[in-house]
């Protein structure tokens, strides 16, 4: 490696290192050779192809990295393939024959691992019969690529393309694909990439191999030297080379080893950027005040804090009286008493002289909270009334289908600094909402926002306000390191007294249908004591056209279609619970309508409640003792601890029954099993991440999409993460303002993943 300043000779330049000391011209040629269109290289209609992959430039296609290698000296499994897919395997030609009569003669081979079989047909002209079976005589070992077909109820592959190896695994050069010649000839392993039809692994293998060359000069190491010697990494060209012409598989190892470095650190940096830039802003400074509204609450409140919240409460008012803002996460329980820790945290903010907002994802959580707070406060939260204590503040609801003159009052009261604690939905975003003195931020369910929420409620506010992010849903620890990074987090495990058990049991409604209608008998029991229920549904009615999130099925069994509230409530109302009060609650009612209808069941006026996810965080009903979750296997884990929490929150135990058709075994059945087995939200987190597939990792698609990354597991990949974010700091600590254009883009293009569907919402 050279250490001084390039003299604008590129020979001067090892390729693929960065010479230490010079400016950033080298990783600037880097970036732009990395971010060339992948159409400068390939035409228009292979371009479109690769669109499909989500290649659209130079750095995507050589991220792009094959799903498996395959060796010239090893077999497939050829005894369970999948058909309708396109896949490689490598097998014996165990067999050979020409079928038909000319001209529609056609080659018959068959291939074998030594335990199962596999038909391979080719049509043709008689010279090409005769090549075909030239080529496959004498059991030769040899790759065949194509899509897996059906032919008398066994798989079959028609005019796959091929190339055959000998004895030591070497290619023999005999095929009928040289696109497939070349690929196997440039190293000793082939690389099976993902692939769609219009463009297929060899033409993938090919043209990366065709562009690495074309700009391996080019990819100068935009990492420092010390990054690659602590972490022991190849350089980025040798990365790329051992992962798409590697020598062994010790080589593709090392080189994909790399690559999720370098995504779990473009992850990091982002994150240690955001804290970075946080710890440079000025705060509101909120220190104690004796006697204030903070000491009156505390005065009143009906329970004794958990040792848990008054240390969560700690950690929070030290913070606070810092002169730079607060960036906590709080997550807890369902239960776990979030809510007071953070009215407590508002009070501090309104002592200090400021104002703090409450962000929630639904109108139905927004009031929630705002009929929770004023209950906790009491003639606290009246405003200066005639008659109200002197700590008093006004606490104000703000939503976006509040009537005008109720709207244009709220509005008046934020402005004027009268509301020193506003609680509201997305409607707090909008331009017509300002602050009087904007101090303190509370974002209830995280996932549900964006940055860029968070981003404009706090340039409402003159200095950056604090910001305590809460939500119920459990986050393993690398997630948390993840999707949080930029946030420091506090934990509420224990369950405040007065919480009752919930028993939960999975109902086979397919195997045991009088099972169900013994659920329908228990509720009425239920009701009979004065209790109350809750019936959830994945959909509002059978004809719902658009698609739920978690209505996912990885089973090949038939599967009836799941129920919705509209029929449902109707059934068990003219049915098996005739004689109780039946309402229904979901999203395409009015805000009044679900308001109304959730006040007439917090009142008791209600005896079950027919509904979808709209009550999966933040209803609290103590008298509601049991639910029926309908089509359960349509939810994920994490999910269905939510549901579950809205029961058992008084002095009477719960019933939870999960109805399922789901067959034993199934993805779906393990689901439901581990709710079943466990209360304990955060272990349920765990087992709720390893068994999604790829997908939004904190957002609404738990049953499964495509991820937006990559290669990075999070849950598998944990120390790499880890390791990254300790880099990420240094590199952040060394260069704030992210000279190095490499650099900057990792983060430019991970927060416009976080603009979209990952990082920071669902």
């Not at 369970?80 to 490689?88: H, K, S, T, V």
């Not at 079976?133 to 040899?142: A, F, H, I, N, Q």
């Not at 100068?220 to 990365?239: C, D, G, H, N, R």
């Not at 703000?398 to 409607?427: C, F, N, W, Y």
């Amino acid at each position: 490696m050279k250490d001084g300043p390039p003299g604008g000779d590129d020979d001067a330049v090892v390729p693929g290192r960065y010479p230490a000391g010079v400016d950033n011209q080298w990783q600037t040629r880097t970036f732009e050779r990395l971010n060339t269109p992948v159409d400068r290289f390939v035409g228009d209609k292979t371009a479109k192809a690769f669109a499909q992959l989500r290649v659209h430039t130079v750095g995507d296609l050589l991220r792009h990295v094959p799903r498996r290698y395959l060796a010239g000296t090893e077999n497939s499994d050829l005894t369970d393939l999948p058909i309708g897919e396109d896949l490689a395997v490598m097998a014996i030609v165990d067999s050979v024959q020409v079928a038909g009569q000319s001209p529609r003669r056609r080659v018959e081979a068959v291939l074998t691992d030594g335990r199962g079989r596999l038909s391979v047909t080719f049509f043709g002209k008689d010279y090409l019969v005769k090549f075909w079976v030239g080529l496959l005589s004498g059991r030769p070992r040899g790759i065949f690529v194509g899509r897996v077909g059906e032919f008398n109820n066994r798989p079959q592959l028609t005019h796959p393309k091929f190339v055959l190896f000998d004895e030591r695994g070497n290619p023999t050069g005999k095929s009928d694909q040289s696109d497939l010649v070349a690929s196997v000839s440039r190293s000793g392993l082939v690389g099976i990439y993902p692939a769609v039809k219009a463009v297929q692994t060899w033409t993938i293998s090919a043209t990366i191999a065709m562009v690495l060359e074309q700009v391996a000069d080019d990819l100068v190491e935009p990492l420092p030297e010390w990054v690659l010697e602590s972490e022991q990494l190849p350089t980025m060209l040798e990365a790329f080379q051992d992962v798409h012409l590697p020598d062994t598989r010790e080589r593709a190892e090392r080189g994909i080893e790399r690559l999720l470095f370098d995504e779990a650190l473009a992850l990091q940096l982002a994150m240690a950027q955001r804290r970075s830039q946080a710890a440079q802003d000025p705060a509101a400074v909120m220190q104690h005040r004796p006697g204030g509204l903070l000491d009156a609450l505390d005065q009143r409140l009906p329970f004794t804090l958990t040792p848990g919240q008054q240390q969560v409460c700690d950690e929070i008012f030290t913070e606070l009286a810092r002169e730079h803002p607060m960036q906590r996460l709080l997550q807890g329980e369902v239960g776990s008493g979030k809510t007071v820790v953070a009215t407590r945290a508002m009070t501090r903010a309104i002592d200090a002289g400021y104002q703090a907002a409450l962000l929630a994802p639904t109108e139905v959580l927004a009031t929630q909270h705002a009929d929770t707070l004023r209950g906790l406060l009491g003639d606290l939260g009246d405003g200066q009334v005639l008659g109200a204590p002197e700590q008093a503040t006004k606490v104000v609801l703000l939503t976006g289908s509040m009537p005008a003159a109720a709207r244009k009052q709220a509005l008046l009261d934020i402005a004027s600094g009268e509301a020193g604690i506003v609680i509201g939905t997305h409607a707090l975003l909008g331009d017509q909402v300002q602050f009087a003195n904007l101090g303190l931020v509370i974002v209830d369910e995280q996932h549900r926002f964006g940055v860029e929420q968070r981003a404009v409620l706090g340039a409402k506010a003159e200095l950056r306000p604090h910001v305590l992010v809460m939500t119920a849903t459990p986050i393993p620890r690398s997630v948390a390191m993840t999707v949080f990074g930029d946030l420091e987090t506090s934990t509420l495990r224990e369950i405040p007294a007065g919480r009752s058990e919930v028993q939960t049991t999975v109902v086979d409604a397919t195997r045991h249908p009088a099972w169900v209608s013994r659920a329908w008998e228990r509720i009425t029991e239920e009701v009979a004591a004065g209790r109350q229920a809750f019936v959830v549904c994945s959909r509002i009615s059978k004809t719902q056209t658009d698609t739920d999130p978690f209505d996912q099925l990885e089973s090949d069994e038939a599967m009836p279609d799941p129920v919705g509230v509209e029929e449902l409530a109707e059934q068990l109302a003219t049915g098996p619970l005739r004689g109780t009060r039946v309402a229904v609650l979901h999203g395409r009612m009015s805000a009044e309508e679900k308001a109304d209808t959730m006040t007439a069941f917090a009142a008791g006026e209600v005896d079950v409640l027919v509904s979808t996810t709209v009550i999966e965080v933040g209803v609290d009903v103590p008298n509601a003792s049991m639910m029926v979750v309908m089509d359960a296997d349509r939810f994920g884990i994490s999910q269905l601890h939510q549901l579950r929490g809205r029961i058992g929150r008084g002095s009477h135990a719960g019933v939870c029954l999960l109805v399922s058709h789901a067959p034993p075994g199934s993805p779906a059945a393990r689901r439901l099993a581990a709710v079943a087995r466990s209360r304990d939200g955060f272990a349920l987190a765990e087992e709720d991440l390893a068994a999604r597939r790829e997908g939004n990792i904190l957002g609404s698609s738990q049953a499964g999409t495509r991820s937006s990354l990559r290669l990075l597991r999070v849950l598998e990949h944990l120390p790499i993460i880890e390791a990254s974010r300790t880099i990420a700091a240094r590199l952040v600590t060394q260069d704030p303002h992210l000279e190095n254009p490499y650099l900057a883009d990792m983060v430019r293009q991970t927060e416009l993943l976080a603009a979209g569907d990952w990082l920071e919402k669902g």
